[in-house]
């Protein structure tokens, strides 16, 4: 499955995307879609990009996590509880 129309100026990356355990009520078609539109809900880039949002979100989040020191074991490193449901790692 290719995740995203094809810009002129680049290749398509095709990927394959693997359902382990469906447990919601979506059919196939609808995660198709689901996946071809998070695409396209990446904050930090202006176009579509090639791997879902919430995987790229995951991504950056845990680097920044590593790269910070945060950690479960020392509070004391938890950044400020107003950035809490923004997306300031990005």
Not at 29 to 53: C, L, N, R, S, T
Not at 64 to 76: E, H, P, R
């Amino acid at each position: 499955m290719v995740s995203n129309d094809n810009p002129p100026m680049a290749t398509a990356l095709p990927v394959h995307y693997r359902v382990a355990m469906n447990t919601t009520d979506m059919s196939k078609k609808e995660i198709e879609e689901m996946v071809y539109h998070q695409a396209y809900a990446y904050y930090g880039f202006g176009g579509p990009v090639k791997v879902p949002a919430t995987a790229f979100y995951a991504h950056k989040l845990a680097n920044y996590v590593y790269d910070n020191g945060f950690s479960a074991t020392n509070l004391n490193t938890v950044p400020s509880a107003a950035l809490a449901h923004k997306l300031h790692f990005l």
